[in-house]
């Protein structure tokens, strides 16, 4: 059977009118006329993507797809029915994704897909990716806290955003850790900040062993009162989500740098109720 939804090299059989046929183990695929090389002849190694056409016919093309069977890529949804949506992958056939709730994926929106193969040999892509993602279980040697990796942030849950790790991988970045804009479905770096034993792993935006000094946190506060009028209505009891929202830094960082600004005699501390810059 021929392997549906993959890239392969095939030797040109023989020609039709409607194109090459190609040589694929003990069977042929066509490849239509419009993507056969104009001084192509028999014997020649052609690069394919192989799928199925409208009549569920194995065929060939030389545009390439966004991603291969077996593997995960975000791709735009271009239309829907009331079985699911119709993505495209980059050829001239969208691939199909059913899903009970279609109407979740606006036009133009995207969505995180498993690319894989129905009943039909057909290929198909699959909404819920996390099945198909690796934990770090077999891979602890390969893995150290620090490295640096690709993170692909697809889910947001209660504790942070669920990531796909270097394209095979399941990683959980926390929401308490994230001081900046992060946008799903857009690849961004990250480093390995624990991995457990169970094969879960905690990611991070930053290297997990480098750490901010005072004076940085310090500055920082400072540049954010000039910013403000020389005037914070935060304070050390006040909320951890409030403080990342106007700092960008975690509650921890922020007491640190209050603290150091206070012991140099650079601003003025109402408990509960805030901070403003001493004037010089």
Do not use: W
């Amino acid at each position: 059977m021929i392997e549906i939804g993959i890239c392969k090299e095939l030797k040109i059989a023989r020609f039709t009118s409607a194109g090459a046929y190609l040589q694929s183990g003990q069977e042929e695929v066509l490849l239509p006329n419009k993507y056969l090389p104009r001084d192509a002849k028999i014997d020649d190694k052609i690069l394919v993507f192989l799928y199925t056409d409208s009549q569920d016919r194995p065929i060939a093309t030389t545009l390439m797809p966004k991603a291969q069977r077996g593997e995960i890529a975000v791709l735009k949804v271009v239309d829907k029915n009331n079985f699911g949506c119709f993505l495209d992958l980059g050829i001239a056939k969208d691939v199909f994704m059913p899903s009970k709730s279609p109407y979740k994926y606006p036009l133009g929106s995207q969505v995180a897909v498993f690319l894989s193969i129905d009943r039909e040999n057909r290929l198909l892509a699959k909404e819920n990716i996390k099945p198909y993602l690796s934990n770090f279980c077999e891979k602890l040697k390969n893995f150290r806290v620090g490295f640096k990796v690709k993170i692909l942030p697809f889910r947001i849950t209660p504790l942070g955003y669920e990531c796909v790790v270097n394209g095979v991988n399941l990683g959980l970045l926390y929401k308490n850790e994230v001081f900046k804009e992060l946008s799903l479905f857009t690849e961004c770096e990250g480093f390995i900040k624990r991995i457990y034993t169970n094969g879960k792993c905690d990611l991070s935006l930053n290297h997990p062993k480098k750490k901010s000094s005072k004076a940085q946190e310090s500055k920082k506060i400072l540049e954010i009162l000039c910013q403000n009028g020389g005037i914070l209505n935060l304070h050390y009891d006040s909320n951890p989500e409030e403080i990342q929202l106007v700092c960008a830094m975690s509650k921890k960082a922020f007491k640190r740098a209050l603290s150091l600004l206070l012991e140099e005699d650079k601003i003025l501390l109402k408990p509960k109720v805030g901070i403003a810059l001493k004037e010089s």
